[in-house]
């Protein structure tokens, strides 16, 4: 191998490493910044102003009767629970058809200085258990007045 | 009975497995071909019980034989016989059956085609897949035993998930990944062998399974395009693509597969990059595993993930054995891995060939990163976190901007030093195609940037890969004569690799531009209306004509009938559903879409009032999202016609002296 071979490979070392040195500095970067914490109202609520502004995927259930849905304007108000603190939720577009009290949530979103968190995007937390509905939660006795009328598609 | 025949069919198929294992190793090593031969047999053999496995659970789940564990989780009377068939991929145990059968073939093939040629590369590959499906056999017999008994026997059973009975993509896309996944492992096998063997040296390894890895390639490519469709059509939400660890886990080992596509072609012309080849065959094998684990091990939380058992951790032991098994043989080799020759010059093909492998491997690291982070994050600072989307979006649409300019670049640009006049001649009706496209998208209203540059690039790709066509069939027609049509025709069929790797960047044009601008140019609306009201979306009016409801053998129903009008005249009705699955909570979101090459209306029903007096309606107008499908099976179309059986009279693209092949086998015939 001559020494001008020997030069070339180093030149080529030299410049894989400079290559992937930024390209590994600007995916880390990149990843900082968007990185989603899981939280719950405590957590947030602990955190303070430092929580402003950032995405997070905030975790808990439904605080009893705390929905308020308006139909017509799509806005969505409710409270996220764990039991010890509570955060006020705002969001855009309807809700799941299945939301109520005490579903297990996340929702993705930023957490303000009013204190409310606009909600980017709204999950139901499924739990993958199989559990028989209760009484009157059979879609086929919840919706009895549109299942009735068989109409074909 | 039939519970009876498929354990015991596994357990036999076990056994046969790893003695054709040892026979086809020793048989080799000790040069008995009566060894050889048994071991070859054998390998038949676990084929065959494979299948009776398979068939003997199929025809568990049809019978309803809820004695059964598999068929006691899956299976119900009221599910359609079709999903009722499916559900053989719906569950864990069951997909992990699939897997091993569809490996026991692929094993049986690889045999059957290749076991007359002379040396001990045939019977070392054999050696490396028959280890895969020891692995994959003992998951069934131990972790994943699939037949268990259940006693007493339930008269009924709950039926697949509700996501995986709601649609019929759900018969295609697991299937179709599994081949990509499982045909991968030929290449893998066959790369194993080579080095196993002492016959790396000369890449014979490659010429034999080019046909294998391009056709696993394809298959994991529709896999992905299907699994995309799936999501539009099943989850609601109008996308395709979210950067979920279930889509990146078939993303990543696609991204090093097609890297190993194009850098092969520098090994087989040049002589270099032998050894970095066999790493992108060896992380294209190690990440459908790793993908495998992602998606079983429940370490992820996903429609994938059947359970939360240890069975996950099974897979990390196979990658590390992977790995250390590859690494050995790696080094074993190093000096018949050296590589001599250099590219021909700096404007040339290879180069781009160079800079595509850089692209795809940074690629490839990016969505490793992005999908394990949350992994690594919970295991050391013990924080639960998610990676956002965004991160995957600045990280990669540059890098696919850079990719869609490279597919112009390479295919105009010769092997050796292009001169300035073949520059201009080859470049310049792409560059006038990227300066129409981004003027055209412009001029349609797509301001950002990456979207501009995106839809020049793709134009500038489109044109050099058509450009191609012309040149070659207008030679055609100077030089013989030929009709245009003939010209064309001919032109691929004596050299379809290379056609046929054009037809499939044009598919990959028409995926990217699909994509683009069904992101760039959507328009959303949501409303809730009351019966007879309507709303606008994208010059669009969309009317709510009733919400009713019907009960289904195996779901419940509430549907809502839609009409679209176009200035006042009606051009299609709608009906987007809620699909109520016994055994969920939540109903199935069942969105409506109009496709029309143009693009798509997609509706999704998202509440109801419990009267029927309302709905509430998400209505997106997506252009040209068809395409992203006609794309990827374009893509496949064009490894069809790369794979399709090679006429001589083509000059080869290979330019070493092909070895003499004692099989007249057709894969060997490349």
Known sequence: MSSDTGRRTAVFVIAGVIVAGAFAYLMLGGIEDNLEYFKTPAELTQLGPEAYGKTVRLGGQVAPGSVKWD????????????????????????????????????????????????SKELMIRHSEEYRAPKPGERPQEMYRSLIKGEKAS | MTRAIGASALYVSLAATVAALFLVTFGARRRKEAWLNAGYAATY?????????????????????????????????ATPLYYTVISLWGALEGSILFWGWVLALLTALVVFWNRSRAGNLIPYTTATMLGVGIFFQFLLVAP???????FPVPPDGPGPNPLLQNHWLMGIHPPLLYLGYVGMTVPFAFAMGAMASGEVGDGSWIRLSRR????????????????????????????????????????????????????????????????????????????????????????????????????????????????????????????????????????SRGTVFLFNNLLLTAFTFTVLVGTLFPLFAEAIRGEKVSVGEPFFNRMT????????????????????????????????????????????????????????????????????????????????MRMRGESAVDALGNLLATNRRRYGGYVAHLGVVAVAVAITASSTFRAEHEATLKKGESMTVGGLQVRLEEVWGREEPQRSVIGTTVAILRDGREIARLDPRMNFYPTSQQPVPTPA??????????????AFAQDGTNATLRVIVEPLVPWIWAGGMIICLGALISIAPFRRQAPAVVTEPEPALASPAPVAAT
């Open chain 2, 144 to 150: 994943a035993f699939p037949f268990g008994a259940v």
């Open chain 2, 593 to 606: 879409v109009r496709s029309r090459p143009s693009g798509d209306i997609y509706m999704n029903l998202q």
């Open chain 1, 71 to 118: 139909a017509a304007s799509l806005d969505l108000r409710f409270r996220v629970t764990d039991g010890a603190q509570e955060i006020e939720v705002h969001s855009k577009g309807a809700p799941p058809q299945m939301f109520r009290d005490g579903m297990g949530v996340v929702v993705i979103g930023r957490y303000g200085a009013g204190k409310v968190f606009e």
């Open chain 2, 397 to 476: 649409i540059p890098i696919c901007a850079a990719l869609l300019f490279l597919m112009g670049v390479g295919p105009a640009l010769p092997w050796k030093e292009a001169d300035r006049a073949t520059l201009r001649r080859k470049l310049l009706p792409p560059l006038v195609g990227a300066v129409a496209g981004l003027l055209v998208s412009v001029f349609a209203g797509a301001r950002s940037p990456y979207a501009v540059m995106a839809f020049a690039f793709a134009a500038f790709a489109a044109v050099a890969n058509i450009g191609e066509f012309v040149e070659g069939a207008r030679a055609r």
């Open chain 2, 45 to 77: 053999l676990q084929f065959g019980l494979m299948t009776a496995a398979t068939f003997a659970m199929i025809f568990g789940l049809v019978a309803h034989d809820f004695s059964i564990e598999y068929v006691a989780q899956v299976g119900s009377r």
């Open chain 2, 212 to 347: 294998w890895t391009l056709g696993a390639w394809a298959f994991l490519t529709a896999a992905i395009i299907a699994g995309m469709w799936w999501s539009y059509e099943v989850l609601g939400w109008g996308g395709y693509w979210a950067w979920d660890p279930v889509e990146n886990a078939s993303f990543m080992p696609w991204l090093t597969a097609t890297a190993f596509l194009h850098s092969v072609m520098v090994q087989e012309r040049r002589g270099l990059l032998k050894l970095w080849n066999l790493n992108l065959v060896v992380a294209t094998f190690a990440l459908t595993i790793l993908g495998t684990f992602l998606t079983r091990s429940g370490v992820l939380s996903s429609v994938h993930a059947f359970t939360e058992g240890l069975i996950g951790y099974y897979f990390l032991v196979a990658i590390a054995i992977t790995l250390l098994a590859s690494f050995v043989l790696v080094a074993g080799n190093s000096e018949r891995l050296v590589s001599f020759g250099k590219l021909e010059g700096v404007a």
